[in-house]
């Protein structure tokens, strides 16, 4: 069996990414090295992520590199991951989900305990998903939002130095991080009513469509199908949806233990327009994506 060079940016989450896969391939006892290649996503930090995120901001170079033969295969964060595959890869497999909700981070002395979310009046948040803007601002439209980059450990720093009242993160790149976060008011959402972008939480393993051996150990030693079933509702309605990774959409897939699919869905025309929100159960995932779709739309 071949080693499998493994291609994943330099930042802190994408190498914890990373260091998983790799673990859990020599536990099936494939050798793998790390490839850390730099993707524009982390050289443009002038942008706010809804002008990047879901373009390949963050993959394009990785992809370039599957294709150019640099790497054998990719590990991202699946809802950076654009919906349509280039010619020649795939996604072979995804991982199990960690925790998808949306995580409010409020700063000491600044969480206000009979408000909604426990944000006081007008405060100060940071955040540069347009997704999580306009979810917000449907629930308390008295916010005051600013953009926020850099990566998460970064993103603490500003929130703990006085720079804004209260940060939102996904709760999945906080709990794989372990990071400290003594001193702030941590407020976890419920994913049934503040939607998460589709697919959060998990990772995507990417390889060349043609490279029959790395497919068939992802899929042997990595891939969760379950997990699959619903993240392809989510990210098929996302691609429905066209241009939809610059819409503030957010949508989140369960499957019971009766097999039933639940989906909730939240979408605006822009991140300051209202919120329409659209909630779907059926027992066959056949056709849900459309259905959510039109009540979007």
């Known amino acids: 069996m071949k080693k499998i060079r493994i291609g994943t940016r330099g930042s802190k989450l994408a190498l914890w990414q990373a260091e998983f896969t790799k673990a859990a391939l020599a536990e099936a006892g494939v050798e793998t090295e790390l490839v850390i290649i730099k993707t524009t996503g982390d050289i443009v930090q002038h942008l706010s992520f809804d002008k990047i995120e879901g373009k390949g901001f963050f993959t394009k170079e990785i992809e370039d590199a599957l294709l150019r033969g640099d790497v054998?295969?990719?590990?991202?964060?699946?809802?950076?991951?654009?919906?349509?595959?280039?010619?020649?890869?795939?996604?072979?497999?995804?991982?199990?989900?960690?925790?998808?909700?949306?995580?409010?981070?409020?700063?000491?002395?600044?969480?206000?305990?009979?408000?909604?979310?426990?944000?006081?009046?007008?405060?100060?948040?940071?955040?540069?998903?347009?997704?999580?803007?306009?979810?917000?601002?449907?629930?308390?439209?008295?916010?005051?939002?600013?953009?926020?980059?850099?990566?998460?450990p970064t993103r603490l720093d500003k929130l703990r130095s006085g720079d804004f009242d209260a940060i939102m993160l996904a709760g999945a790149g906080l709990t794989r991080l372990n990071l400290d976060l003594a001193g702030l008011e941590v407020v976890k959402l419920?994913?049934?009513?503040?939607?998460?972008?589709?697919?959060?939480?998990?990772?995507a393993f990417q390889c060349c469509a043609d490279d029959l051996e790395t497919r068939r150990t992802i899929q042997q030693h990595l891939h969760q199908p379950n997990v699959s079933a619903v993240t392809n509702v989510e990210r098929k309605t996302l691609k429905l949806i066209g241009g939809g990774c610059l819409l503030p959409l957010g949508?989140?897939?369960?499957?019971?233990?009766?097999?039933?699919?639940?989906?909730?869905?939240?979408?605006?025309s822009a991140w300051d327009q209202p919120v329409r929100r659209v909630r779907l159960s059926q027992s066959t995932s056949f056709g849900l994506a459309e259905k959510v779709v039109e009540g979007l739309r």
């Open 251 to 268: 949508v989140y897939c369960e499957r019971d233990a009766s097999g039933y699919y639940h989906v909730w869905a939240a979408m605006a």
């Open 72 to 152: 054998d295969m990719a590990v991202h964060s699946m809802k950076d991951l654009p919906t349509t595959q280039p010619d020649g890869l795939v996604v072979a497999g995804v991982s199990y989900r960690e925790d998808p909700a949306d995580w409010l981070l409020i700063r000491q002395g600044e969480a206000a305990d009979t408000e909604l979310f426990q944000l006081k009046n007008g405060a100060t948040v940071g955040t540069s998903s347009a997704r999580r803007k306009a979810q917000l601002l449907g629930y308390r439209p008295d916010l005051h939002l600013v953009d926020i980059r850099g990566n998460v």
């Open 190 to 203: 419920n994913v049934r009513e503040f939607v998460p972008a589709p697919a959060q939480g998990v990772l």
